[in-house]
């Protein structure tokens, strides 16, 4: 059982940074292939950022390319989803969310169905 423990958000005026982080415990982190998701009242779930057990394959929502970067850290059992050039459409509750059995395929990084585990959230609000 994997447990995640998301930290870093807060309020940010637009066109500024923010970086949240997501920590791991309970399973080798190197193993483990994580994601940031967002909520925004009123609205689904929705993909923003994934990366690969390796490392190697990241994958972005359209919405956030070129703005957003997702990167990890397995010596500090830690992925991170730096955030630039924020808009108030970015406002929302931000999870990290695990995927236990990953296929490998960029596409099945996107898929909210195939994560196994969830963080508590952290808000993030964009004021304009």
């Known amino acids: 059982q994997v447990q995640l423990v998301e930290s870093g958000g807060g309020l940010v005026q637009a066109g500024g940074s923010l970086r949240l982080s997501c920590e791991a415990s309970g399973r080798a982190f190197s193993s483990l292939t994580l994601a940031w998701f967002r909520q925004a009242p009123g609205k689904e779930r929705e993909f923003v950022a994934g990366?690969?057990?390796?490392?190697?394959?990241?994958d972005y929502a359209d919405s956030v390319k070129g703005r957003f970067t997702i990167t990890r850290d397995n010596a500090k059992k830690t992925v991170y989803l730096q955030m630039n050039t924020l808009k108030p459409d970015d406002t929302a509750v931000y999870y990290c969310?695990?995927?236990?059995?990953?296929?490998?395929?960029?596409?099945?990084?996107?898929?909210?169905?195939?994560?196994?585990?969830w963080g508590q959230g952290t808000q993030v609000t964009v004021s304009s």
């Open positions: 969310a695990v995927q236990l059995n990953w296929s490998g395929r960029g596409r099945d990084l996107q898929k909210i169905g195939l994560y196994d585990a």
């Open positions: 990366v690969g057990w390796s490392g190697a394959l990241t």
